[in-house]
């Protein structure tokens, strides 16, 4: 087997849980469909599929670890539903740019605002922690936004850790500009 | 490469944002920086001008994630070229990558993976490395990483592996003992065959940190305090290699910097112990 043809599988097989779970069952199947012979599926089958799952695993806890730097109220906020739905999230996305990280983190707060989480108000967090990531990296000069709760107050109380994740925050429509000139940046919230 | 020109750095740390203000005001304890490449290519202002302030106060050293030296699809040029401007600015007496390959046939695997040891994969990282060299004039030096796969398929040891690189590139070897050290626990070798397996003359950088046990393996999490063990691996390999420097790499579970400076202090003596000469600043 080349090594070019090995790499391909195996970079699938470390970052697609649902192929390599398939593979792992069914390696022959799974292997013929991938255009494998078969002593090429015997060659990777012969790799301890204890070790792949272990490899394959912490490359996503890394994954993770760095996402919950760029994103630290929202994961207060969600808690192990951080996680859960990271691990969701990580199955359809691949990172493509050098900054790999913080592509993970606006693609992961993206993909919060259309799902169904709790707390709700934890939706506006990631949105925030967003809209930050993109201000601060220089990418634009004005940002604006629009929030459903009172994120002023969500942010006070998240970075004092004086939230309770039973009690929600008022509903409460709030802007948030983000404004830098020169050297200075500021950020309105009204 | 003549490895022995290189200028003896000292012991320094892997810089970090959190670190910032305690590295200026600890300027005389810390010999020189090793920088993360990734971290400043396609920068913004602001971490293009934390560049030029680390470089205008310590010696650096730039050391990247993504060259994928064992990718058999080649060199990613586009990456190459952000590398190799970033290394002109920096001009570190050396820059540094892996052992290792982090894509393939379109998928970033997000971190760094091991290749089987074959000669196959020798002629890709010869090819590919030699690609490197024609870009980048600086010496590249190579890192040993930790690996959680055994390939079945492998025709000799990862020694055997890592010196037939060496030869055939003429790189040095940045020597991470403590990655040298979980793997010979993960998978029952001893680091002291390993070290009799390698050339030790082209040993010119350490990294060294604290493993993490994680269920039955160590691994790399860069987390902790370095323990005895692995102070051990380090103290051999002082004794008998001619170290240019060893870079503290923590990013993880950050302690008061004060515990980072007792690493500081424990690497230092032990290379002072050594015997391998006074280390100086660039």
Redesign the interface.
Same mark, same amino acid.
């Given at each position: 087997?080349?090594?070019?043809k090995?790499?391909?599988l195996? $970079?699938?097989l470390?970052?697609d849980a649902e192929f390599r779970r398939a593979f792992l069952s069914e390696p022959a199947k799974i292997g013929a469909e991938n255009d494998l012979s078969e002593s090429e599926i015997a060659?990777i089958a012969?790799?301890?599929p204890e /070790?792949?799952n272990?490899?394959a695993e #912490?490359?996503f806890w890394?994954?993770l670890?760095e996402v919950e730097k760029f994103l630290p109220f929202t994961k207060k906020a969600l808690g192990e539903d951080f996680t859960n739905n990271f691990r969701e999230f990580s199955r359809f996305f691949? @990172?493509?740019?050098?900054?790999?990280h913080f592509e993970d983190a606006l693609g992961f707060a993206e993909f919060l605002q259309k799902k169904p989480i709790e707390p709700v108000w934890a939706k506006d967090l990631a949105k925030f922690e967003r809209l930050r990531l993109i201000f601060?990296? *220089? $990418?634009k000069k004005i940002v604006f936004a629009r929030f459903n709760f009172d994120i002023r107050k969500i942010i006070e109380n998240i970075s004092r850790n004086d939230f309770d994740l039973q009690n929600d925050f008022p509903r409460k429509k709030t802007y948030a500009l983000w404004i830098k000139s020169g050297i200075r940046s500021k950020l309105f919230i009204r | 490469m003549n490895l022995e020109k290189l200028a003896k750095l000292g012991i320094g740390i892997g810089f970090r944002e959190r670190f910032r203000a305690d590295i200026f005001l600890n300027q005389d304890l810390i010999d020189f920086l090793e920088i993360t490449t990734?971290h400043y290519?396609?920068a913004? @202002?602001?971490k293009k001008d934390e560049l030029k302030l680390l470089k205008a106060h310590f010696p650096l050293i730039s050391h990247s994630l /993504?060259l994928s030296l064992g990718?058999? /699809?080649g060199i990613d040029e586009e990456?190459l070229e952000?590398v190799a401007e970033l290394v002109e600015f920096v001009n570190p007496q050396w820059f540094s990558d892996h052992i290792c390959?982090t894509?393939?046939?379109g998928?970033?695997? *997000?971190?760094l $993976?091991p290749?089987?040891y074959?000669k196959? $994969?020798i002629k890709?990282f010869v090819r590919n490395i030699s690609k490197v060299k024609q870009r980048v004039k600086t010496p590249l030096i190579l890192e040993n990483i930790t690996?959680?796969?055994?390939?079945? #398929?492998s025709e000799m040891s990862e020694a055997a592996f890592i010196k037939t690189i060496l030869d055939e590139t003429d790189c040095g070897l940045l020597l991470d003992v403590t990655n040298l050290y979980i793997n010979s626990r993960n998978f029952g070798f001893d680091w002291r065959k390993f070290l009799d397996e390698i050339p030790l003359e082209r040993v010119v950088q350490l990294h060294f940190v604290g493993s993490h046990k994680?269920?039955k393996?160590l691994?790399d999490a860069h987390a902790n305090k370095t323990e005895a063990e692995i102070w051990n691996v380090f103290a051999e390999v002082a004794k008998r290699c001619d170290i240019k420097g060893a870079i503290l790499e923590r990013d993880?579970n950050f302690p008061p910097f004060t515990e980072i400076l007792e690493e500081i202090k424990t690497a230092h003596c032990l290379m002072k112990n050594a015997n391998i000469g006074e280390f100086s600043a660039v």
């Open positions: 087997m080349s090594l070019q090995q790499q391909n195996l $970079a699938k470390y970052t060659e012969d790799i301890m /070790e792949l272990f490899f #912490s490359l890394k994954r670890r691949n @990172p493509q740019t050098i900054k790999k601060n990296s *220089g $990418a | 990734d290519l396609d913004n @202002p602001q /993504e990718s058999a /699809e990456y952000k390959f894509k393939s046939g998928v970033k695997i *997000g971190h $993976a290749v089987p074959t196959e $994969a890709v690996y959680l796969v055994n390939f079945p #398929s994680h269920g393996r691994i993880e």
